[in-house]
């Protein structure tokens, strides 16, 4: 129940979403009632306009879409509704429906509700990272070097509140600086975690500090086949309703179940679902190799001036032994050319893909 503006009785209900004992700690604890309301496309909360309560009490009966966070710092999707209290002028009683299961406030907004799920799972990272920390354990740091995974231990040295920083060895802290994106693991993350923008890196000592952060959107096992960028001189052709496609064709990876392919035009008519033919040449223990073979467009994404394709194929026994053998001696010849940048521990890739998945 409401007068003016104020909360003046309320359930028990209601004090455990906030999580505190009574009204009067709930009052010392959120002095600004309108902050309670969170904004988000069509749903209703305090603006320069208008505040939520005079809305609410002004069209009594009638349901609104709200957001508020509850004791955990979840965001929670409830339905409002306000009564008028008869012959009790400016008493009003609210009820809120808790409705988040449902999964609703994406198709209201979903940059908000992407951002708190981003916020959300920073909060969560933030108490995982302290429990590795108080207990003197090390998370592991992934990169890509053309595919290659490079994987070294850290230790977390210092957490605020809003960052985290870690020392870790040299030759990382190179490869992050390169790629400016980096993924951690650890035994008790319940996901690897995601940096996609690293706030600082001080290689003299050799710490990175990070304080953009959330939960990859897959497990570390779900990349079953490793993906490699080709040598630079290598060939591709692609023919789409059995016409040679005219325009420039570069392979940005390969894998033994697929190709991503970057092509200048896209082709009038080309859509995922549809087949296509695909010829790829390769340089493999200083001979040429080639394979042809049908595939099935999996994605296109448009860049500024190009296209991105991911192609999915089944390669028979032949082809799919030749590209078995040709990524094992890319592998080998990535490692080699990363050990002359710098010594540094390296394995099969075997975390995450998030541009498309194998």
């Not at 609104?64 to 009564?83: A, C, D, P, V």
């Not at 090390?138 to 020392?167: M, Q, R």
């Not at 999996?298 to 590209?323: G, H, P």
Request: net charge neutral; aromatic share 10%.
């Amino acid at each position: 129940m409401m007068y003016e503006g104020k909360f003046i009785l309320s359930n028990k209900r209601f004090l455990e979403f906030f999580k505190v004992d009574d009204l009067e700690s709930f009052t010392k604890e959120y002095s600004d009632i309108d902050g309670l309301l969170l904004e988000h496309k069509d749903f209703l909360y305090t603006t320069t306009e208008s505040k939520w309560y005079d809305t609410a009490v002004a069209n009594s009966g009638k349901l609104f879409h709200t957001k508020m966070k509850n004791y955990k710092g979840e965001m929670r999707h409830l339905i409002l509704k306000s009564r008028d209290i008869p012959e009790k002028d400016g008493h009003s009683i609210l009820s809120f429906d808790d409705v988040t299961e449902l999964n609703l406030m994406g198709l209201f907004d979903n940059d908000a509700t992407n951002s708190d799920t981003i916020r959300q799972d920073k909060e969560a990272i933030l108490t995982f990272m302290k429990i590795v920390k108080d207990n003197s354990a090390e998370v592991k740091i992934h990169n890509f070097y053309k595919g290659l995974t490079i994987v070294n231990p850290a230790v977390i040295s210092e957490i605020t509140e809003d960052e985290v920083t870690l020392k870790t060895s040299y030759p990382q802290l190179k490869i992050v600086k390169l790629s400016k994106f980096m993924t951690i693991s650890s035994e008790i993350f319940p996901k690897s975690v995601v940096c996609k923008s690293i706030k600082s890196i001080d290689l003299d000592n050799q710490t990175i500090v990070i304080n953009q952060m959330s939960f990859a959107p897959r497990s570390s096992v779900d990349r079953k086949f490793i993906r490699l960028e080709p040598e630079e001189k290598h060939g591709c052709t692609l023919f789409y309703k059995n016409i040679k496609f005219a325009g420039d064709v570069r392979i940005i990876d390969i894998a033994e179940v697929s190709v991503k392919i970057e092509i200048n035009a896209l082709p009038p008519g080309m859509r995922v679902n549809d087949i296509v033919k695909i010829s790829i040449n390769l340089t493999l223990h200083a001979r040429l190799i080639s394979v042809i073979t049908d595939a099935t467009i999996f994605r296109i994404d448009e860049n500024l001036r190009s296209y991105d394709i991911v192609l999915l194929y089944k390669l028979d026994i032949k082809n799919a032994d030749t590209i078995k053998e040709y990524l094992a001696s890319r592998q080998m010849a990535l490692i080699r050319e990363f050990k002359k940048m710098d010594s540094v521990e390296v394995k099969k890739a075997d975390i995450p893909c998030y541009d498309y998945q194998i």
